[in-house]
């Protein structure tokens, strides 16, 4: 598991922390009355909304069937009693945590005695909902092979079409506080089962197994289906109910976890407990596993561009450093050759320095770019030359010591550079009129870098090409990531999305740039783009866009062809390319060749956009 998995034994500290804050003002309060002379059921404990009314309480004899053991992260069992209540608002089922490895088994009927909590994944401040547990349990194990509450079948018909009501003003937007609505809201309806045993039968994944032995597939196989199979993040108001995260109770030495592409079907019925964890929300963990039944996913491969067409490319290659096996070099090396169709310029992001992730001072990028280069020749591609500004150390962000920075890759048999006193960390491009056209003051050079805007992250690289004749304006970016934000399923409905405030500034920061470009010449041909970590529908391509001065070219495609990327079961984009008014006509491809598949070179797809200048 991840070493900051919620699960793990290192952030069992946090259920204290959740215990004793009390996660809505009042809610010991609450509990006060709700105990009787009558036993704690299950259902008294979950309540009707997402804080239980026994928060904070000590509870004793909870009977109830053990549905799922787990034996390693956050060790524990869930049971469920058999005997429903008439509210659908109400979990019958509850997880006990018990720190160390549990002695009960599955089938077991128990008494469980201990404090009721609401154990927050990813602690406090992070906005993910709570998880109501018992924790300090006293098990008592009454018999033993029972069979098991009959598991509920979440399917497309069972799921609501609205994903979450809107959060209360009263409380800074949370949900945590109304009463659940589980047939109007996909959310409520989730959490309703929270801790139960639930089903779904043969359902398409919509995100491939990742290395923490996790996929996503969606129960609803229409909604909002991207043409290969996945399913198309496409507005804030699009959040797509139907999918869910698929983990595996068994621990993987004992049963490996099956490895999965977009596409693929989980076939047959896969049941356990639903969970909810920080990487994702509601996750069923199963008990039972249904079988992958593999697609025809295959990566892809653009079209070559015609001797008078300029192809332009962007790539986040994933932290690339020396340091790397000559196995990633070669693969993403064949990708540029093979899937890219060798782009006359290639801009890429995360580059890292000489020595990777070492903190030491070293902020040249030459070896890794000779070593990249040299495997891009060797694949058959062109020999491409490069031109970057290195970093201030340590000022960029990205993982500490790398530096990454963005650079461009050219190939001089089609297209030329334009050097003009190449810029350095802190120095500014600027923009001049000569001879009647636009032109840089530094080329390569580094936009606004004194900006606020840019402050521990990528400052944007602009350079001047020229491909037959006409010059091209080539801004290759790497905006600010979205870590902060909280995730969809947050108890604050909408999402907390802090990191967009940063980002603004950067587009806006970048929209002034070509602005002064087009002031200096309306026809320039100017290219925005890289990996801009916001999607086509955002506030950030819109500033990016602002007045006309560059159209996200990605709008050009059908919308189940808009992603680059898959987050959680969402195909979306991130990596973009912009064109200004004078690029009138284009060709785009997002090209799919890592986003959808388990075995990846990088976590993002390229970007190919070709036109005649």
């Known amino acids: 598991m991840r070493s900051s998995h919620p699960r793990s034994a290192a952030v069992a500290a946090l259920v204290a922390t959740a215990l004793a804050t009390g996660l809505l003002a009042g809610s010991a309060d609450a509990a006060e009355g709700a105990v009787s002379a009558d036993p704690i059921r299950i259902h008294d404990i979950q309540g009707t909304t997402r804080i239980s009314p026994l928060n904070g309480k000590q509870v004793a004899d909870v009977e109830g069937i053990v549905t799922g053991v787990r034996t390693y992260g956050s060790r524990g069992f869930w049971i469920q009693d058999p005997d429903a209540d008439d509210n659908d608002a109400t979990s019958e089922g509850v997880f006990v945590f018990t720190s160390s490895a549990p002695t009960v088994a599955v089938g077991d009927a128990v008494k469980v005695s201990g404090t009721v909590g609401e154990y927050v994944p990813g602690g406090l401040t992070s906005g993910n909902q709570s998880v109501t547990q018992i924790s300090k349990p006293t098990v008592t194990v009454v018999s033993s092979g029972n069979a098991l509450p009959e598991a509920t079948a979440i399917n497309e018909y069972s799921v609501p079409a609205e994903y979450a009501p809107a959060g209360d003003p009263a409380a800074a937007g949370s949900i945590n506080g109304l009463a659940l609505e589980p047939a109007r809201y996909a959310l409520d309806y989730y959490e309703s089962l929270e801790g ?159 020595n990777g992730a070492k903190n030491d001072g070293t ?185 006309g001065a560059l159209y996200p070219a990605i709008k050009s495609l059908p919308k189940a062809e808009r992603y680059s990327y898959v987050y959680q079961g969402n195909a979306q984009v991130l990596d973009q390319i912009l064109t200004s008014p004078a690029i009138k006509k284009f060709t785009y491809d997002s090209v799919h060749i890592n986003a959808e598949f388990s075995a990846q070179n990088s976590d993002h797809d390229p970007q190919v956009l070709r036109f005649k200048p």
């Open 196 to 354: 139960m045993n639930v089903r779904i039968g043969t359902s398409r994944v919509v995100g491939a197994t990742d290395p923490y032995s996790e996929l996503w597939v969606t129960v609803k196989g229409w909604e909002n289906t991207a043409k290969r199979g996945g399913t198309i993040y496409g507005s804030y108001e699009s959040q797509n109910t139907g999918r869910l995260q698929i983990q595996q109770l068994a621990p993987l030495a004992q049963q490996p976890f099956p490895v999965a592409n977009v596409g693929d079907k989980l076939t047959g019925t896969t049941e356990g407990p639903l969970d909810f964890n920080q990487f994702g929300g509601y996750t069923l963990v199963a008990r039972t596993l249904g079988t992958v039944k593999a697609g025809t996913l295959a990566p892809e491969k653009t079209k070559p561009q015609a001797e008078q067409e300029l192809a332009v490319a962007t790539y986040n290659v994933e932290n690339l450093d020396p340091t790397d096996p000559q196995e990633k070099f070669d693969a993403l090396a064949k990708a540029v050759v093979e899937n890219l169709a060798s782009p006359d310029v290639l801009a890429l992001e995360e580059i890292q320095d000489d």
């Open 363 to 547: 902020v040249s990028a030459e070896q890794t770019l000779t070593k990249f280069t040299a495997a891009i020749t060797a694949a058959g591609g062109p020999a491409y030359q490069w031109r970057t500004v290195n970093p201030e150390d340590k000022k960029d962000g990205g993982e500490p010591g790398g530096n990454i920075r963005q650079v461009f890759l050219f190939n001089p048999a089609r297209v030329s550079f334009t050097e003009r006193a190449p810029g350095d960390a802190v120095t500014a491009t600027g923009v001049v009129k000569e001879n009647g056209k636009a032109a840089l003051t530094h080329s390569p050079g580094r936009v606004d870098p004194a900006n606020p805007a840019w402050a521990d992250s990528r400052k944007p690289l602009a350079g001047e090409f020229v491909f037959r004749g006409k010059t091209v304006f080539v801004i290759a970016n790497h905006f600010g990531s979205k870590g902060g934000d909280e995730g969809l399923t947050s108890h604050h409905q909408p999402p907390v999305r802090s990191s967009e405030a940063k980002r603004l500034l950067q587009a806006q920061a970048v929209n002034g740039f070509v602005k002064e470009i087009l002031a200096a010449d309306k026809n320039a041909n100017v290219l925005v783009l890289g990996d801009i970590n916001d999607f086509e529908f955002s506030a950030t391509t819109d500033a990016l866009a602002d007045g």
